[in-house]
């Protein structure tokens, strides 16, 4: 079986290193030209783990153009990784590769379907949550299921410390499966569309707080929006404050260190222990 993967994220060189690690190879790796988005949270580049390995590397500005086809083409590619990529691969793409491409969401499809899956598991209180690989198709994380690997939610979790659980269950999942995959004994399941939810895209917008909600519903939009993503936020005063962190309290505080900050929600007391005035 031939390897291809297309990352330029660092997910996507920890996935591949997991490869390496469980005895697997590589015959090309697809990656963005390095003058493209040098501005992109977590860009990473190829091209010292391509060299260590001796994998050839493909620099491309779009996922479809027409020398990615010709290259999983060349390389006679089996399954083609697509992992940590943000542009949508056509159906040309997919289909090149003699097993197909394989993408990855991070929840237990058919749950989750779209988009801001991490803010979504804690802002809809779930208690469990996962990584999915998929061998992809037309729709939008739709496709078979080829394996999955659950993660449960802590209380008061948050999405700084769900983000990097899900980056190591990409690592954990792709060690799990890899050896089918290259025994060609992988099982496809089909999901069970009676089951699939779709959960709609974020803008910084939907962090904004108000003092009508109650201090539970502020407490989970704070920990769901912390960092990596943008923030949850108040208007004070026509001045926008972020705030990072916090904790609920049962009365207001007296007395506060200099840096917190009490707010005073429809039912009880939140305070920001780290937060920020934006630019």
Known sequence: MKFAFC????????????????????????????????????????????????????????????????????????????????????????????????????????????????????????????????????????????????????????????YEKVNQAHILLIEKIWEDLAADRVEATVQDESKATYWEGRTPTDGELNLRMTVLEADTLVRATTHPYPGAYLMDEGVKKIIWRGRIVSTLPKQLPVNEWAIQFSDGVYVAEEWEIAD
């Open 7 to 162: 990352t330029c994220v660092q997910i996507g060189l920890s996935c591949m290193e997991a490869i390496y690690r469980v005895g697997g190879k590589l015959d090309l790796i697809v990656t963005l030209k390095d003058e493209k988005a040098k501005k992109k949270s977590g860009r990473i580049y190829v091209d010292e783990f391509a060299e260590k390995h001796g994998i050839p590397v493909l620099k491309i500005n779009h996922v479809n153009d027409a020398e990615v086809i010709e290259a999983l083409k060349e390389h006679q590619i089996d399954w083609f990784f697509i992992i940590g990529w943000s542009q949508i691969a056509s159906a040309e793409t997919i289909n090149t590769p003699n097993k197909g491409a394989i993408g990855a969401h991070p929840t237990l499809l058919p749950e989750g379907r779209g988009r801001a899956a991490i803010p979504w598991a804690i802002i809809k209180g779930l208690t469990k949550t996962g990584v999915s690989f998929f061998k992809m198709d037309e729709g939008v994380d739709t496709g078979p299921i080829l394996g999955q690997y659950e993660i449960p939610l802590a209380a008061g979790e948050t999405a700084t410390v769900l």
